[in-house]
């Protein structure tokens, strides 16, 4: 089955840094990778998708790249800020009635 | 903006006592998962369903889990005898097909 490891576990931060959190997957036909924020004591919430027939997507300070040929994809945050403070976590599937696979997450912290 | 529903959203229970918790879908969705999250490993998928169908529920311990869908608007996740040991936050998500999930808000479970 697939298998997704995510790094680092925790990542600090001074506000307006940059954040990329990596993640790996094994199983070359996942072509959907999503990533997903989750705030302290809330809900996971999809934040940005990328799908395995573009290279990059952006929205707004985040984006997501993807290597199809390494096997890896990577969430970009820039100009970080204190509400950019989560936990987050990267996933991959193969789309259509398979279940996504998620990694262990990712603690982020913003320094104001 | 519609959103899945979880009942509770806190439980408190002795050992041994039954446990059930609910979730309602986003109307149109067919896919259904339940995951169990903790610190020690993350999130884990307890069951899934696709059209009120269950596909996948080897993550489930059988002998005191279960998870039905009796309709459309509604999944359980039923424990019976609970443990300590099950005390974790329970998320439902729903989906249409299983690339993008949207997850309820947990019910948090405490097992004395």
């Known amino acids: 089955g697939e298998n997704v490891e995510q790094h680092p576990s925790t990542l600090s931060v001074q506000e307006g840094d940059s954040a990329v959190i990596k993640c790996t997957y094994s199983?070359?036909?996942?072509?959907?990778f999503p990533w997903y924020k989750q705030e302290l004591g809330k809900r996971p919430q999809l934040i940005i998708d990328i799908r395995s027939n573009v290279g990059e997507k952006k929205d707004q300070r985040i984006a997501v790249t993807l290597n199809k040929t390494a096997k890896h994809f990577s969430l970009h945050i820039t100009e970080t800020q204190p509400e950019d403070s989560a936990v987050y976590f990267c996933a991959a599937s193969k789309g259509g009635s398979y279940i996504p696979t998620f990694g262990r997450g990712t603690s982020l912290i913003v320094h104001p | 903006d519609a959103r899945v529903t979880q009942t509770p959203r806190d439980k408190v229970t002795e050992m041994g006592q039954e446990v059930t918790m609910r979730c309602q879908p986003i109307l149109g969705h067919n896919t259904v998962f339940w995951y169990r999250q903790t610190m020690m490993q993350g999130l884990e998928l307890l069951a899934y369903?696709?059209?009120?169908?269950?596909?996948?529920d080897s993550g489930m311990p059988k002998d005191r889990f279960s998870a039905e869908m009796p309709d459309a608007t509604l999944a359980t996740l039923k424990i019976q005898p609970s443990e300590p040991r099950d005390s974790a936050v329970y998320f439902c998500a729903s989906g249409a097909g299983a690339d993008t999930q949207y997850f309820g808000p947990g019910t948090r479970l405490t097992v004395l």
């Open positions: 199983d070359s036909a996942s072509n959907y």
């Open positions: 369903f696709r059209n009120r169908a269950p596909l996948d």
